[in-house]
Nanobody
């Protein structure tokens, strides 16, 4: 069983930056495919970025490509999301997710474990 805890959310002005972190425990982590998703009220959870176990396969949603960077530190069991040039439309609760298998995926149903989420609010 994998437990995930996100941190690093907050309030930032448009154009600013935030770095989200996700601490994993209770599992191997180094063999988990990992992802970041986000959700706003009344909408389905939206894919943001995903990374495979050895970081060889990284995918981004078109809406964040060139602005966000996903990374992981397997030794520390940490997942990160560096968010630059933030826009008001990036406002959402951001979730960290883990798969039991090693590969990346942009589909939320393919993930087995989820964190509680961290709020990101971007003001205009």
């Amino acid at each position: 069983q994998v437990q995930l805890v996100e941190s690093g959310g907050g309030l930032v002005q448009a154009g600013g930056s935030l770095r989200l972190s996700c601490a994993a425990s209770g599992g191997t982590f180094s063999t988990n495919g990992m992802g970041w998703f986000r959700q706003t009220p009344g909408k389905e959870r939206e894919f943001v970025a995903t990374i495979s176990w050895r970081m060889s396969d990284i995918l981004y949603a078109d809406s964040v490509k060139g602005r966000f960077t996903i990374s992981r530190d397997n030794a520390k069991k940490m997942l990160y999301l560096q968010m630059n040039s933030l826009k008001p439309e990036d406002t959402a609760v951001y979730y960290c997710a883990a798969r039991e298998i090693r590969w990346s995926s942009s589909a939320a149903p393919n993930y087995d474990y989820w964190g509680q989420g961290t709020q990101v609010t971007v003001s205009s």
